[in-house]
């Protein structure tokens, strides 16, 4: 099997597919994506604990403004205004220095508690697909 699909909430769908060596991270209904290579996600891997903590600051009702770079135009975001984790593409506009978000990207619902959130079932079925993963290339 090339392909595995996992449900990680509501309409949205973890699709693994071994040929190409991506993550896709889709909304049934309105087709957003977020795509993750091996090496976007152990650099998006590198931020999580500080993802966790902008969520723990947001869930006692703190202001939060967090972005941070994790390649290839990707960033993961959480900030007061919108109760998300967002994954999303930004750009440069030519002449300018301050970056902008694309439409390309998902973002995922906080429920009230944490532990139910779509945020982290992505993030444990994501280990749990790389690492076998990571466990099949090394046989290679």
């Known amino acids: ?48 604990d500080e993802v966790d903590d902008q969520l723990n600051s947001l869930s006692q009702d703190r202001d939060v403004a967090y972005c941070a770079h994790y390649g290839g135009g990707w960033h993961v975001s959480v900030n007061t205004s919108c109760r998300c984790v967002d994954l999303r593409k930004w750009y440069v506009p030519f002449g300018k220095t301050e970056r902008k978000p694309t439409r390309t990207g998902i973002a ?33």
């Open 108 to 140: 995922l619902r906080l429920c009230s508690s944490r532990q139910s959130s779509i945020y982290n079932a992505t993030t444990q079925t994501l280990s749990t697909t790389w690492r076998s993963f990571s466990l099949i290339h090394k046989t290679k």
């Open 1 to 48: 099997m090339k392909t595995k699909t996992y449900e990680i909430g509501e309409n949205r769908v973890l699709t693994y597919n071994k040929k190409k060596e991506v993550i896709t991270i889709c909304d049934k209904k309105t087709g957003k994506e977020a795509v993750f290579t091996p090496a976007r996600w152990a650099s998006f891997r590198l931020y999580m």
